[in-house]
């Protein structure tokens, strides 16, 4: 989907993962087009498109592509893992491969078409206060807040806090609280999860620039993290999401991650739109 005019409009793809939904825009062969006007005007659900996510893909001269994310309210994201998977199956498909390589402002990533699905190695986790950001030097693994959270960096900040019963939260409630807390300079991602059985989760999200979302796949991966170093499950990790299913793998090269992908339709953004928000 690329701009071909200025009369063409813009092309657009509609993406999720497990209910964690996105517009793709393609700007290989071209400069970026995505402006915090542009991002913030597309995810309005009643005058956009509407999604929780927004990924741009970019040329690379480092590896296939790179992709750049933009939040509903049109605030930079720096890492997002459904998309991530979203997109690199999206890119799989049109260039005939089973694996590609990918920079984002978390760095280099790789991805991987194997049995069961698309699997995206997110990268370390950043387990210092000074990695996630936090605003001063804490213990990241128990932080001085109501609940005794974790704050794990997963590219982006995310605050984990282990519930009796994730499904008994009130996400539109805390989740803003938390998101815009004082030890979050950069603002932070909120999870509640619960401990189903033997490394099985029950997991929901408030994301920072988003709200309430149906999935999180950096959320996932933070949360299997801490949910392992609290000893709570071994590496790999089944959580149950609102909208669905992720598996999170951490291994030795990284945090892998992998659940469903759905390529919901094309569409293309008139001309007109694009230039109010110019």
Same mark, same amino acid.
């Given at each position: 989907m690329n701009l071909t005019s200025a009369a063409a409009g813009l092309g657009f793809v509609?993406?999720?993962?497990?209910?964690? $939904?996105?517009? =793709?825009? $393609?700007? %290989?062969?071209?400069?970026?087009?995505? !402006?915090?006007g542009l991002a913030r005007a597309l995810g309005d659900r009643h005058r956009g498109v509407g999604f929780d996510q927004l990924a741009e893909i970019r040329s690379s001269d480092v590896a296939d592509f790179a992709l750049d994310f933009w939040n509903s309210d049109g605030s930079r994201a720096g890492a997002c893992g459904? @998309?991530?998977?979203?997109?690199? /199956?999206?890119?799989?498909r049109g260039a005939g491969v089973s694996a590609v390589d990918l920079v984002t402002a978390r760095g280099r990533l790789r991805a991987e078409r194997r049995e069961g699905g698309v699997?995206?190695?997110?990268?370390?986790?950043?387990?210092?206060w000074g990695e996630v950001p936090l605003a001063r030097?804490?213990?990241t693994l128990h932080l001085p807040l109501t609940g005794d959270p974790a704050a794990v960096g997963m590219g982006n900040p995310h605050c984990v806090h282990f519930v009796e019963d994730a499904e008994t939260v009130d996400l539109a409630a805390l989740g803003p609280v938390v998101e815009h807390h004082a030890l979050f300079p950069q603002r932070t991602n909120v999870e509640f999860a619960? =401990?189903?059985?033997?490394?099985?989760?029950?997991?929901?999200?408030w994301e920072r620039g988003a709200g309430? !979302?149906?999935?999180?796949?950096?959320? @996932?991966?933070a949360t299997a993290v @801490?949910?392992?170093l609290r000893g709570? !499950?071994? %590496?790999?990790? %089944?959580?149950?999401? /609102?909208?669905?299913?992720?598996?999170? $793998?951490w291994r030795s090269d990284g945090v892998w991650l992998t659940g469903p992908v759905a390529h919901v339709f094309d569409g293309v953004l008139s001309a007109d739109f694009v230039a109010e928000q110019a």
């Open positions: 509609k993406m999720h993962g497990a209910g964690n $939904d996105f517009v =793709v825009i $393609d700007s %290989r062969g071209r400069g970026a087009v995505v !402006t915090h459904n @998309a991530t998977r979203c997109v690199s /199956d999206y890119v799989m699997w995206v190695n997110m990268g370390a986790p950043q387990l210092l030097e804490l213990d619960s =401990v189903l059985g033997a490394d099985h989760l029950r997991m929901r999200v309430v !979302t149906l999935a999180c796949g950096s959320g @996932a991966c @801490a949910a392992h709570l !499950t071994g %590496r790999k990790v %089944r959580l149950d999401m /609102d909208g669905g299913v992720l598996w999170v $793998d």
